[in-house]
């Protein structure tokens, strides 16, 4: 093990954000591998809990993925996903931890280019950010 | 509870581009707590491998299934029927492994963190399964095999007609007192009052002429076509004699257009920010500018707009008003276009490309017009489905199908959702006809299984939940603790994801079996 390597942790909605997955597989572009996704059956069941266990087990980064807003297998989920998210933020920032380790996304079933981008920019601010330092900000 | 989990690895969909070392996938899985038997096997779609996969699951007493596949979806069904029937497993712990998709594929290129990617993709999954419970699914007979359709327009005789083909017992509701050759049931002049029950088994109360009764049926089309808003907005306030689209048609045709410039403006409503024009606003509004630049090419012709959405091959009628010499002006909704206030044949509008004030002088102002149809609230409202903005009934994700609302069993077809050309409003009505009949096949609604239960002790009854949902589940109960209506529940989760008391839970995507796959997922190698 030369160099470290960034964790990155997706919450993709068994809908339309697997397919995106699916789909930007079978795009013959590849993307990096450490990218551990766990799929939820909507976007609205992602709790804080959830991203912050994540974050707990080591991950740099973590995103949700769901649909688009306005075309959501379960009509308002997405957009409670990204409430969610934005929660967890405000915690983060906080308790001294960078928000944007953790970033919602919305993508529809056929939008495959966008989970490489996706990747993408949660491995740039992996890289950029570093583990996560225990203790964070200056406590006490 | 006892656990034992056999592991079924395809050779040939894992292996399929030679990166993944199956045989050490295989050790590692069966090192993995809880697991009795791991099989590899080449083609586990094949009934001769279904077969004998089924038997030693029999044989070493597994009482859960993960099965890594070529890919989720192709997966063979008979498979799990097997599983299910002969091996006597709960199809809650048949789990399935997407190894292609999610590893091989997108990964191929740097075999040895795949082959580590895809061994942590196996312990979580099955340490996942490890911690699912079975689960039941319940049935409930269909009291009848109606379909109500409301409205019978183009697109509700359609879905009608096709559904009557079926051997379903149709019943059209008609507002007005028309009458019409139906394939069923023609009930003119009643209108939907109250909706009770859910998709299979709906209970309809309709005001049928002068007295109310109640109806039965088991899938319903929304059918109620569409009609113009007489909108009022900003504009129309300030100049009176501002007319809609339809309305501009109608005085080309009948040849009492007035000489001098058209502005034609993508709203009645400029400033506010509801009523904005439709994707079909545009090929009309751009239509009509040809019509009357052609008409009298002299004429100045004008399109303002926040944002032209001239989709598809309208995109060619776009390009062609352009050439035509129909000018365009885009405009910001923080300084909307406004009416002169000395001269009331003059609108003023910031144009967003140049940057600048430009005073139109016109002797006909247009509007985009925008659907409406008042029928549509109150049909909404009893049905509980949403509306959109302008009125129309919102669809369902184009993942359930174009003619779906968010309600299962509820379908929406032709200009209930907004106007639309008669040969697409057929096509629709015929599709709305299909989908409900595959919906009353079966004869019995499937509900229960990965749905969500409240933990009463834990409950506050804060109402999160109940306005939540979006299916309209959730209820207060007469305990005082919420509920779950388990035939209105789709298992989203979006509930349990919201409980501040964290008193819902949704079966297989419980909060510990999330956080045991998550914890798994990350042990393994980077």
């Given amino acids: 093990m030369s160099e470290r390597r960034p964790k990155i942790v997706g919450f993709c909605c068994e809908k339309h954000g697997m397919d995106c997955v699916t789909l930007a597989a079978r795009s013959e572009r590849q993307y990096d591998s450490s990218v551990?996704?766990?799929?939820?059956?909507?976007?609205?069941?992602?709790?804080?809990?959830?991203?912050?266990?994540?974050?707990?087990?080591?991950?740099?980064?973590?995103?949700?993925?769901?649909?688009?807003?306005?075309?959501?297998?379960?009509?308002?989920?997405?957009?409670?996903?990204?409430?969610?998210?934005?929660?967890?933020?405000?915690?983060?920032?906080?308790?001294?931890?960078?928000?944007?380790?953790?970033?919602?996304?919305?993508?529809?079933?056929?939008?495959?280019?966008?989970?490489?981008?996706?990747?993408?920019?949660?491995?740039?601010?992996?890289?950029?950010?570093?583990p996560i330092r225990p203790g964070g900000g200056d406590s006490e | 509870m006892k656990r034992k989990i056999q592991v079924v690895i395809c050779r040939v969909c894992s292996q399929g581009v030679p990166v993944l070392d199956v045989d050490k996938l295989a050790k590692t899985a069966a090192e993995a707590p809880y697991v009795g038997s791991v099989v590899t096997v080449d083609y586990a779609c094949q009934s001769k491998t279904i077969s004998s996969i089924v038997e030693d699951a029999k044989t070493k007493e597994a009482d859960r299934v993960l099965v890594v596949p070529c890919s989720k979806k192709d997966v063979s069904p008979s498979l799990f029927q097997a599983y299910v029937r002969r091996g006597k497993i709960n199809e809650f712990l048949i789990e399935t492994v997407d190894l292609t998709n999610e590893v091989i594929l997108p990964h191929r290129e740097d075999p040895t963190r795949a082959q580590e990617k895809a061994e942590a993709r196996l312990a979580a999954a099955i340490a996942r399964l490890a911690a699912l419970e079975p689960l039941e699914k319940h049935e409930e007979p269909m009291r009848t095999k109606n379909l109500v359709v409301i409205g019978a327009g183009v697109a509700g005789?359609?879905?009608?007609?096709?559904?009557?083909?079926?051997?379903?017992?149709?019943?059209?509701?008609?507002?007005?007192?028309?009458?019409?050759?139906?394939?069923?049931?023609?009930?003119s002049k009643s209108?939907?009052?109250?909706?009770?029950?859910?998709?299979?088994?709906?209970?309809?109360?309709?005001?049928?002429?002068?007295?109310?009764?109640?109806?039965?049926?088991?899938?319903?089309?929304?059918?109620?076509g569409g009609d113009w808003s007489q909108g009022k907005g900003s504009l129309t306030r300030s100049c009176k004699e501002a007319m809609p689209l339809f309305r501009l048609k109608d005085s080309i045709d009948s040849g009492t257009l007035p000489s001098g410039p058209v502005v034609i403006v993508d709203t009645p409503d400029p400033k506010g920010s509801t009523m904005k024009a439709q994707d079909f606003a545009w090929d009309d509004a751009l239509d009509l500018a040809m019509i009357a630049k052609r008409a009298s090419p002299e004429t100045d012709v004008t399109l303002i707009f926040q944002e032209m959405r001239a989709s598809g091959l309208s995109e060619l009628t776009y390009k062609e008003a352009a050439q035509l010499g129909i000018r365009f002006i885009r405009y910001d909704n923080k300084s909307p276009p406004t009416i002169d206030e000395k001269d009331s044949k003059r609108l003023i509008v910031k144009d967003l490309a140049q940057d600048e004030v430009v005073s139109l002088r016109f002797s006909t102002l247009s509007y985009a017009s925008i659907p409406?149809?008042?029928?549509?609230?109150?049909?909404?409202?009893?049905?509980?489905?949403?509306?959109?903005l302008d009125g129309g009934i919102r669809r369902g994700s184009m993942q359930r199908g174009p003619v779906t609302t968010p309600r299962p069993g509820v379908f929406v077809c032709g200009s209930a959702m907004f106007p639309k050309p008669e040969a697409v409003a057929r096509a629709e009505g015929k599709a709305a006809g299909i989908l409900a009949t595959q919906f009353v096949a079966s004869g019995t609604v499937e509900y229960g299984g990965a749905v969500a239960e409240v933990t009463p002790e834990k409950c506050s009854a804060c109402l999160t939940c109940v306005r939540t949902c979006p299916y309209e589940a959730p209820f207060i109960g007469a305990a005082g603790k919420a509920e779950v209506r388990t035939q209105l529940c789709q298992g989203c989760g979006m509930c349990a994801g919201i409980c501040p008391s964290k008193a819902i839970d949704i079966h297989n995507y419980t909060d510990e079996q999330l956080s045991i796959e998550t914890e798994a997922y990350l042990r393994g190698g980077f």
């Avoid at chain 1, 551990?36 to 909507?42: A, D, F, G, K, Y």
């Fill in chain 2, 191 to 224: 209108r939907l009052l109250r909706a009770k029950g859910h998709g299979g088994n709906f209970e309809l109360v309709i005001e049928a002429g002068e007295k109310e009764e109640t109806l039965e049926c088991a899938v319903i089309v929304v059918a109620s």
């Fill in chain 1, 36 to 130: 551990r996704l766990i799929q939820v059956p909507c976007t609205g069941r992602v709790d804080g809990i959830h991203i912050l266990e994540a974050l707990e087990n080591g991950a740099d980064s973590v995103f949700v993925l769901g649909c688009l807003e306005k075309n959501c297998y379960y009509d308002t989920g997405s957009i409670e996903g990204r409430k969610r998210v934005e929660y967890v933020k405000g915690m983060l920032a906080e308790t001294g931890i960078e928000p944007e380790r953790v970033e919602m996304f919305n993508a529809s079933s056929s939008m495959a280019w966008k989970f490489h981008d996706i990747v993408s920019s949660m491995k740039d601010v992996a890289e950029r950010l570093g």
């Fill in chain 2, 157 to 187: 005789l359609e879905a009608a007609q096709v559904a009557a083909g079926h051997g379903l017992h149709t019943i059209l509701i008609e507002k007005t007192d028309r009458t019409l050759k139906a394939p069923g049931v023609l009930l």
């Fill in chain 2, 372 to 388: 409406a149809n008042p029928d549509n609230i109150g049909i909404a409202d009893a049905l509980r489905i949403p509306i959109s």
